[in-house]
C-alpha cells in the first residue's frame, strides 16, 4: 500500500483555497483607497489605536517571559536558559518591528 502525503491527497482543496484567498486579496485592497475629498481622521485614529494595543500585547506577551527567562538563566548560570530569552527578545522585537511595518505601508 503506497503512502500519501497531505498535498497530494488535498490538493484541488489546497489550490482552490490558495486562489480564494488570492481574489480576496485583490478585491480588498481597491475597498481600502479613499476618494478624493473624503475624510478619513477617524479612521487613521483607530487604526492607530489599534495597532498600539496590538504593539503592547505583542511586548507584553512576548517580552515579558523572554526577559524573565534571561534573567533566570542568568542568575542560574544557564546558557540555554539565558540564550532563550535573548532569542525571544530578539523575535519579539522583530515582530513589534513588521507590526510597524505593516502598519506604514498599509495605512
Known amino acids: 500500500m503506497k503512502m500519501k502525503g ?3 491527497n488535498n490538493k ?10 488570492d481574489v480576496i486579496a485583490l ?3 481597491r475597498v481600502f ?20 494595543v496590538a504593539t503592547i ?12 527567562k534571561l534573567v533566570q538563566g542568568q542568575a ?6 539565558r540564550n532563550a530569552g ?6 519579539t522585537g522583530a515582530v513589534i518591528g513588521a507590526a510597524a511595518a505593516i502598519r506604514t505601508l498599509l495605512f
Open 76 to 81: 542560574d548560570e544557564d546558557h540555554r536558559g
Open 33 to 52: 483607497a479613499a476618494p478624493a475629498g473624503v475624510d478619513t481622521a477617524a479612521y487613521s485614529g483607530m487604526v492607530d489605536i489599534v495597532f498600539w
Open 6 to 8: 497531505f498535498i497530494q
Open 12 to 21: 484541488k482543496k489546497i489550490i482552490t483555497a490558495t486562489t480564494a484567498l
Open 27 to 29: 478585491s480588498v485592497s
Open 57 to 68: 500585547a505583542i511586548a507584553a506577551g512576548g517580552g515579558i517571559p523572554s526577559l524573565i
Open 86 to 91: 535573548i532569542a525571544g527578545l530578539v523575535i
